[in-house]
C-alpha cells in the first residue's frame, strides 16, 4: 500500500535506520489514515444504496478520518482480505464501522498481552494459516499453530521484557508501545518460528506462549516492532525499486523476495544493538546475549552485501542503505 507520491517532511526520518524519534507516531498516523479511510470508503460503498442507516454511519465519521493516529489489525484484514471475502464481506464491514468509531472516539487503549486464544476472530486464523503456509512454501517445515490464552508465566515474562526494554532502549520501546496494537499467543510445532507478524494483520505481534523467558521476548518484541515500522516506512516510500526480485536472505535457507531481505536486514542490527543493551541477570544469560549478538552480526553482514549486489534503490531507500551499512 503506497500511501503517497509527494516528498513530506517525515523524508528525513525515512532515510535513516534508528527507531524513529517520536516513536513512528507519524508513519503509523500516514498509514492508519489511508488504511481507515479505504475501509471506509469500501464500506459506505458496499451498503449503498441498500442500508442507508449503514452509509449515514460511515458518512459522520468521514471527516474525524482525514487524520487518525491508529488502526487495528482487524481493520487492516478487513482492507487487504474480509471486505473482499464475498461469504463475510457485509459482517466484516459491520465490525469494521464499529472500529471506526471506536478510532474516532479517542487514542487506543494500552496494550493488554492477556489475549484470549478462545474462538479466535478471522483476521487471527488467517494470519495462522498463513504463517503456516509461509514456512511449508518456503522452509519446508510442516508447523501447527493455533491460538492460546497465555499463562500467569508468560504475561510476568512479557511484562519484565517490555520494563527492560523501556528502561535499556527507550526510543525502540516508544516503537513497540506505539506500533503493537496487539500480541496474540500461540502454540504449536515448536521448530517453527518463534514469533511473526502480517501485512494483512498489521499491528498484531504473534509469539509462542511457551516463550517465557523475559530476555526471549525482549528480542521478539524488538523483532516484530521492527517489522511493523518498515512496512509502515515503505508504505511513504518503497526504498527498492525491484524489491520483489529474490536473493539470499538473512534467518532463511532460501532466497527471499529483496524487500524482505531488507526487512531481515534491518531486523538484524535492530537485534544486534538490542542485545548489547540489555542487562542479563545471570551468567547464562550474558553467554547467550554475546551468541546472539554475534549470530545477528553475521546475519546483518550477509543482509547488507545482497542488497549490495541486488538492491536498486529510490533517492530516500540509497540514504536508508547508507545508514544501514554505518550498523556492521
Same mark, same amino acid.
Given at each position: ?11 528525513? +526520518? ?25 475501509? %471506509?470508503?469500501?464500506? %459506505?460503498?458496499?451498503?449503498?444504496? #441498500? @442500508? ?17 493516529? =491508529? ?6 484484514? %478487513?482492507?487487504?482480505?474480509? !471486505?473482499?471475502? *464475498? ?29 484470549? &486464544?478462545?474462538?479466535?476472530? /478471522? =483476521? ?21 499453530? *493455533?491460538? #492460546?490464552? /497465555? ?7 512479557? &511484562?519484565?521484557? !517490555? ?5 535499556? =532502549? ?6 513497540? *508501545?506505539?506500533? #503493537? ?23 498484531? #505481534? ?32 518503497? !526504498? ?17 523476495? !529483496? ?27 550474558? @553467554? ?10 553475521? +546475519? ?8 549490495? *549486489? ?19
Amino acid at each position: 500500500m503506497t500511501l503517497r507520491p509527494a516528498a513530506t517532511p517525515l523524508d528525513g +526520518d525515512l532515510g535513516r535506520r534508528i527507531p524513529p524519534p517520536d516513536g513512528g507516531r507519524a508513519f503509523l498516523r500516514l498509514y492508519s489514515t489511508a488504511l481507515n479511510q479505504r475501509v %471506509a470508503g469500501t464500506c %459506505a460503498a458496499l451498503f449503498h444504496p #441498500v @442500508d442507508r442507516q449503514q452509509v449515514t454511519r460511515i458518512e459522520a465519521l468521514l471527516p474525524a478520518l482525514t487524520d487518525t493516529g =491508529w488502526t487495528t489489525p482487524e481493520l487492516a484484514h %478487513a482492507h487487504f482480505v474480509g !471486505l473482499a471475502d *464475498e461469504r463475510r464481506r457485509h459482517a466484516t464491514a459491520q465490525r469494521a464501522v464499529a472500529q471506526l468509531e471506536q478510532i474516532v472516539a479517542g487514542p487506543p487503549p494500552p496494550l493488554d498481552p492477556s489475549t484470549s &486464544g478462545d474462538n479466535p476472530p /478471522p =483476521w487471527v486464523e488467517y494470519a495462522l494459516a498463513g504463517f503456516v503456509d509461509d514456512q511449508r512454501r518456503n522452509d519446508g517445515l510442516a508447523v501447527e499453530l *493455533e491460538a #492460546v490464552t /497465555p499463562a500467569a508465566a508468560t504475561l510476568e515474562a512479557v &511484562g519484565n521484557a !517490555l520494563t527492560h526494554l523501556a528502561g535499556t =532502549w527507550p526510543e525502540m520501546s516508544r516503537v513497540t *508501545e506505539t506500533l #503493537v496494537r496487539e500480541i496474540r499467543w500461540t502454540t504449536g510445532s515448536a521448530h517453527g518460528s518463534a514469533s511473526a507478524t502480517l501485512t494483512q494483520t498489521y499491528g498484531a #505481534v504473534f509469539i509462542r506462549a511457551d516463550l517465557a523467558r523475559p530476555v526471549v521476548l525482549y528480542e521478539l518484541l524488538v523483532h516484530e516492532a521492527t517489522h511493523l515500522e518498515l512496512i509502515a516506512r515503505m508504505a511513504l516510500d518503497k !526504498l527498492l525499486t525491484n524489491g520483489s526480485l529474490r536473493a539470499p536472505s538473512p534467518f532463511r535457507s532460501v532466497a527471499r523476495p !529483496l524487500t524482505r531481505v531488507l526487512h531481515a536486514t534491518l531486523v538484524a542490527a535492530r537485534l544486534a544493538e538490542a542485545m548489547r543493551r540489555y542487562h542479563p541477570a545471570t551468567a547464562q544469560e550474558r @553467554d547467550l546475549l554475546r551468541q546472539r549478538a554475534s549470530r545477528f552480526a553475521e +546475519d546483518l553482514a550477509v543482509g547488507l552485501a545482497t542488497l549490495a *549486489e541486488h538492491g536498486r534503490w529510490t533517492t530516500i531507500g540509497h540514504e536508508f542503505f547508507t545508514d544501514l551499512r554505518a550498523a556492521l
